[in-house]
């Protein structure tokens, strides 16, 4: 049976997405990030579907830090809407919950629901870790914020669905793979392109650098940048482009990229997801 590898425990909202996606394979608890994508490195799993984004809370910095340090490639993208449900032992109530646990992430998108309630928030490893070691104990002035499929594992009671403060939140994930998939470009289908580069350390480097974007017409819809281990220069990017590398536009844009940058490392060319139709992103 092929195997994907996510961080976090059964239920956790990576653990939803990999049934989502990957319905007949086995998914593969991890208790970090690196754990997966070194499971995939090491041959031990076909996959590894780790989040990068979520509409509300913003980017997952740790991704962007562990990604130029794998040579994994980006072969599919994923968006799963988060349904934060507020779990808690059988028969409690709202009125007597005084505090709650989950991933600092959760507790972030609902915190308005919380602060109205008078509710403590409490940090947790991940959603689902909270909603399992609730339920293995007898707080019942404690709850959880997690999704139904951890409420359903743990034996939990939802309380509370889309505890959310704002309705529509997503959470963008990223397939890993060993091998480049996607290669060939295919008419009318549409794709996203990731990469990586760092520039040079001349004027106007970065201006230059994404000129050919503007130029040929290609649309980039995501420039994040991040620091390299030990320095404190900001001039390593992660960019998302709409595009193929086989696309005669497409290809002159990476030429005149390649050109500025100091490195250049595509990761991966891939459908776009269609929650960017349904959004009107493309």
Request: proline content about 4%; overall charge negative.
């Amino acid at each position: 049976m092929q195997r994907v590898a996510y961080q976090g425990t059964q239920g956790a909202y990576s653990h939803l997405a990999c049934s989502h996606v990957f319905p007949e394979w086995e998914a593969v608890a991890c208790e970090d990030f690196f754990s997966a994508m070194n499971m995939v490195s090491q041959g031990l799993a076909d996959r590894a579907m780790i989040p990068l984004e979520n509409s509300t809370a913003g980017r997952v910095e740790e991704i962007y830090r562990l990604i130029p340090k794998t040579q994994l490639f980006v072969t599919a993208e994923h968006f799963e809407p988060v349904n934060h449900c507020l779990l808690a032992l059988p028969g409690v109530r709202l009125e007597d919950i005084r505090e709650v646990s989950s991933h600092p992430q959760a507790l972030a998108q609902c915190y308005q629901r919380l602060h109205n309630l008078n509710i403590k928030a409490v940090a947790a490893v991940d959603t689902a870790k909270s909603a399992q070691v609730l339920s293995q104990g007898n707080n019942r002035q404690a709850g959880a914020i997690a999704s139904a499929l951890a409420g359903e594992l743990y034996g939990l009671d939802i309380v509370q669905e889309n505890f959310q403060d704002v309705t529509g939140n997503t959470t963008r994930f990223l397939v890993f793979s060993q091998r480049e998939e996607h290669q060939t470009f295919i008419p009318d289908a549409k794709y996203i392109t990731s990469l990586l580069f760092s520039v040079r350390n001349i004027p106007a480097a970065l201006y230059k650098a994404l000129g050919g974007f503007a130029t040929n017409n290609v649309n980039m819809i995501k420039l994040e940048s991040y620091m390299d281990g030990g320095t404190m220069h900001a001039s390593h990017f992660h960019v998302d482009i709409h595009g193929h590398p086989q696309q005669t536009n497409v290809a002159n844009a990476l030429e005149e990229l390649a050109y500025f940058a100091r490195e250049l490392r595509i990761l991966g060319s891939y459908p776009a997801h269609s929650h960017r139709s349904r959004a009107a992103f493309i």
